[in-house]
């Protein structure tokens, strides 16, 4: 790294669904609450992003800038499907690396509502077939040619590991939701606040085999943002500021490489992988070394092989990994405590900088009910599909 | 009077798929393409894709827009000469008993719909062997 860039502030809304708000007014309250806690001023900032996936052509990050303040930085509005936010903090990132701004504010936001299963097009028959397209089809082919919906391409996903890995199946998929949904009662952040028995997670109503509803993420309401700051600007700052301050140790940001299969079904391991390599290398810490991890549990089954690309597991024990309770907060290594994106909620843009806030905020030993004791270093994970893979590996600060 | 769902099924005599084959790497890819995704060669030949192969990966998809039939069993096969395909299992319970990863599956086709003109649409899934 160029030079050290830490979360000076952070803040999240609640998750949840919010109709009498706008995405304005989430983004805003995640904004003010950030520079707030950083004891900062919209106009000590030199750069804003801002990430919205469903409103991307909106100029979200110019809606905030006329409730907050105005003050003609450059803003960049950015879209990378469900690593937005991540790439919003990225964008600040890069510009402190480059020496063109000393604090920025990365803002991640979204509003679904009710939006009910993404992707997987209604079929539209035409009176007259007629092929159109790259595939030269003549009518919508998800539910004929495979499925393009969620929760049934990351099933497929976890079905590929089942496959090639021994001891995983729908009892370990199901696992992980249990354990989500018991994370989340102790997070008042979180969408839903509510545990339930392993059975009842493997008896609601399937959606794509092996993911059940329990085992599936809520579409949703919410925001979060961060202030970051460089390492010289760091130095001006009080003691009580960088004393909170969480340091920002590794920021990565990848794409899917070629791989065979990757012409017919989105690959959401190599690219977790490869960053994980390079944000290990970055921070100069291993799997071992973290005291928590957020990572993108879109659905049960991309937990369950994250733990395998991540590092957290021997090569193929992800099963054995759950079986043993590893990854549950008392566990060797403590994954989504705020109920990750089954229960937290996942609003699209805000996950990649709300995964931060909640391993900043434990770092910082202020996470409450939910606080990992002791945590001193934390990793971040999400995956857009397309595909995008943002890792964020954060430490506590050493000032103070 | 027949079409194919996508033009990368080749119907006739043997209905089979056809896959856009790089000239330069050899790497397989199914509709149209502006150069390859693996060298970044421009030439591409077609070739034709073995009609058997194993099951991958699949999901039992129960839950999709409104319009479409569930549930359906979605795929991923790994043909005999190595071309990853994405269809519906056919011919198949949609039970995870009774599908098995790693089960021999062969191409098979059907008629999906018939328009106005009375022209019928052919798909194809893969059903065990």
Known sequence: MAQDIWVLGTHMTAFGRFPDQDAVDLATAAALGAL??????????????????????????????????????????????????????????????????DLGLAIGVEQMGKMGLLSGGARKE?????????????????????????????????????????????????????????????????????????????????????????????????????????????????????????????????????????HMQPDVNTLTRNAATAAYEQAGVGPEDLSLVELHDCFATAELIHYDNLGLCEPGGAGDFIDRGAPRRDGETPVNVSGGLISKGHPIGATGVANVYEVATHLRGEAGDRQIEGANVGLAHVIGLGSSCGIHILEKSGAG | MQIPLVDYLVLGDEPHLQANECADCGARFFG????????????????????????????????????????YVSAIVLTDDGTSVRSNLINIEPDPAKISLGMKVKLDTYIVGTDDDGQEAVAFGYAPV
């Open chain 1, 36 to 101: 707030d806690d950083g004891g900062v001023a919209i106009s000590d900032m030199d750069i804003l992003a801002c990430g919205t996936l469903f409103q991307a052509s909106a100029g979200m990050g110019q809606q905030v800038q006329k409730q907050i303040g105005q003050t003609g930085i450059p803003v960049y509005n950015v879209s990378n499907a469900c690593a937005t936010g991540a790439t919003a903090l990225r964008t600040v990132i890069m510009a402190i690396r480059s020496g063109e701004a």
């Open chain 1, 126 to 262: 035409k009176n007259v077939y007629e092929p159109s397209g790259r595939y030269g089809a003549v009518m919508g082919i998800d539910g004929i040619l495979g499925t393009d919906t969620m929760p049934g391409v990351f099933a497929q996903a976890g079905m590929e590991y089942a496959n090639d890995n021994d001891g995983v199946g729908f009892e370990q998929f199901a696992k992980v939701a249990q354990k989500n949904h018991a994370h989340s009662t102790l997070n008042p952040l979180a969408q839903y606040q509510r545990e339930f028995t392993l059975e009842e997670v493997m008896g609601s109503p399937m959606q794509s085999y092996p993911n059940t509803l329990l085992m599936c993420c809520p579409t949703g309401d919410g925001a979060a943002a961060c202030v970051l700051v460089g390492e010289e600007r760091f130095a001006s700052l009080s003691r009580e500021q960088q004393s909170r301050a969480v340091k920002i140790s590794a920021s990565v940001l990848t794409t899917d490489p070629y791989v065979e299969s990757g």
């Open chain 2, 32 to 71: 149209r393409r502006n150069a390859c995704a693996r060298c970044g060669g421009r030439s591409f030949n077609p070739v034709r894709v073995s009609d058997t192969g194993t099951l991958r990966t699949f999901s039992i998809v129960y839950r999709a827009a409104p319009t479409i039939p569930t549930p």
